[in-house]
């Protein structure tokens, strides 16, 4: 069926190392995806955003990535801080036009742990 | 500006009985959508609500149904509580594109 998955369940870094967190989706009508930050007892928090008519966006130390070929999402995290341990969702919106009309499918979710 | 914000925090039921959750949105969104996270996974859609009304719903029984109000403010109610309805409902609101996720209400059914 339909899905959005992550290739690394969890993942470990020293602080200071660039991190990069993986997203396979199957759907190849998907044509907006996020990325979430999971906090233990917090909601979702939005990270960054991507357009399917785009391959690459930069935030504030992070940068996403799309390959449409492959249908595959990637994070990538800067200069990896203690304080962004915590668990990493991509999502799928699968409204018209990438809008907020329609449901995000998110994947299981990759634990990024971060060493001092 | 609040944010999302939900209630209860934490809610503990039994078995049979019925559950009502709320949740206020951020200041100008419109839209309220409500998932169901379990724990280790992540969050699965229930439904949304647009304009008061039920606009997409995800794979989830009658017994899950909602309600939007005229200040956008929504609550979740769940009939006839099994054991596997335990988990952490979110719920997120949204005026374009972002979604906002509140902090979710535990419930556990025992």
């Known amino acids: 069926g339909e899905s959005v998955g992550l290739h690394l369940p969890t993942l470990s870094v020293q602080e200071g190392d660039n991190s990069i967190i993986n997203c396979a989706y199957s759907n190849s009508a998907s044509d907006y995806f996020i990325w979430y930050k999971q906090e233990s007892g917090k909601g979702p928090q939005f990270i960054i955003d991507?357009?399917?008519?785009?391959d690459k966006r930069q935030g504030q130390r992070v940068t996403v990535l799309l390959n449409k070929t492959v249908k595959h999402l990637s994070l990538q995290i800067a200069a990896t801080q203690p304080g962004d341990s915590a668990v990493y969702f991509c999502a799928e919106n699968r409204g018209a036009g990438g809008t907020s009309y329609g449901k995000l499918t998110f994947g299981q979710g990759t634990i990024l742990t971060v060493h001092p | 500006d609040a944010g999302v914000t939900q209630s209860p925090t934490h809610l503990i039921k039994t078995r049979g009985q019925q559950v009502t959750l709320r949740c206020s949105p951020k200041?100008?969104?419109?839209?309220v959508s409500w998932y169901q996270q379990a724990l280790g996974q992540g969050p699965q859609f229930i439904f949304q609500y647009y304009e008061e009304e039920e606009r997409q719903r995800g794979n989830f029984p009658d017994r899950f149904s909602g309600h939007q109000f005229p200040n956008y403010s929504s609550e979740l109610n769940v009939n006839a509580l099994l054991l596997g309805d335990s988990a952490l409902y979110l719920c997120?609101?949204?005026?374009?594109?972002?979604?906002?996720f509140g902090p979710g209400t535990r419930l556990t059914v025992l």
């Open positions: 200041s100008g969104h419109d839209t």
């Open positions: 997120a609101s949204s005026f374009s594109n972002e979604q906002f």
């Open positions: 991507i357009r399917s008519n785009m």
